[in-house]
């Protein structure tokens, strides 16, 4: 029996060079979405909120597999655009359709000292509103886990009543007094990574480049600008920016940080600082009349977290826009782990000086 009969007589048309093209790039784009979505993704640093640690213009790659992949919520958008198209400056995806938050198991949890990628949590209920996963791109560092109470005394962060690790190379404020009453030379600052981000006389610097700074001639004094405690900046309040709390980015809390399955009893202290997870990230509906506050119609003292929350700040501690203004992350924003970093480039530099060479392939620490 001829078991050939089946097939067509007609050899099979060869494709065209244009259906050959079209192909490829239709499984380029599908291949390149499955790996950013689920594997791994390049960001940039636009930013000065983690210097000295990462710096300005740093591209790094970072994992989504380490804490599981987040399935996307809004599932249709243009490839490799994040929420605007280029050029045309509108929507690059569409909200018509929404999935709700899931995670792919991961191989840690987000761990205090991690370095995060995550959505920033203040577009949640703002004017300029946007789905979880199409919210603007942070990158802080982990300071606090669920369940953790963290304080800042003096600028230094304590978890758990102990002392937290400072990040190797974050950097704060200082002021710089010489003893010609002037400014110092400006190569002495670059050469100790000195930066003046506000052109107020305020510089920064990490706590070796101040001491080496005071060990040369011709300066007076390198003394770090720490707040005042138990005094509230009226200029740059911080979170929940309650009167019962005179707290500063210096010296803050004690606070304790949300964990899934804590529950908490709510009353005129509490509920500030509370309030917005459980209205906003939760999704419930809170009032407060008094002393009396009710959730979804119904009175209540208390109230059970059903996520994680994260405590997010930036190694360049006076420079950072963090959860001292904005308080907790939730869990279905996190993003992704910072690995390292690929190609660094500073476009304060001449040409053949712009690529940082000793960051290429650095671990971010």
Known sequence: ????????????????????????????????????????????????????????????????????????????????????????????????????????????????????????????????????DKRENYIKRCQGEPGDTLAILNAQVYVNGKMAPNPPEGQT????????????????????????YNGNGQLTMTPESAKKLRSYPGIKSVTPNIAVRNVDDPFYPVFPNDP???????????????????????????????????????????????????INGKKTDSYTFKMNYYWMMGDNRHDSADSRYWGFVPEDHIVGKALFIWMSWDSNESFFSKIRWSRLFRGVK
């Open 173 to 196: 404020d200082y002021t710089v007094s010489t003893t010609s009453g002037g400014e110092y030379n400006p190569d002495v600052y670059k050469e100790l990574h000195v930066s003046d």
């Open 244 to 294: 019962h709390f005179k707290w500063n980015v210096d010296n803050y809390g004690p606070i304790i940080i949300p964990k899934k399955g804590w529950t908490v009893k709510l009353d005129s202290l509490t509920i500030p600082v509370y309030k917005r997870a459980i209205q906003v990230y939760e999704g419930n509906h809170v009032q407060v009349n008094g002393n009396e506050i009710t």
């Open 1 to 132: 029996m001829n078991w050939r009969f089946w097939r067509k007589k007609d050899p099979k048309k060869k494709k065209s060079a244009t259906r050959e093209w079209v192909d490829a790039i239709l499984f380029a784009v599908i291949a390149a979405t499955l790996i950013r979505t689920f594997f791994i993704e390049a960001y940039t640093i636009p930013t000065p909120s983690m210097e000295r640690s990462l710096l300005v213009g740093d591209f790094l790659f970072v994992s989504k597999v380490n804490y599981g992949a987040r399935m996307p919520i809004t599932p249709v958008s243009f490839p490799f655009a994040h929420h605007t198209m280029p050029i045309l400056g509108t929507k690059a995806y569409w909200d018509g359709i929404k999935l709700p938050y899931y995670r792919l198991p991961g191989f840690q949890e987000v761990k205090r000292g991690d370095v995060v990628v995550f959505n920033y949590p203040m577009e949640a209920d703002s004017p300029f509103y946007r789905p979880v």
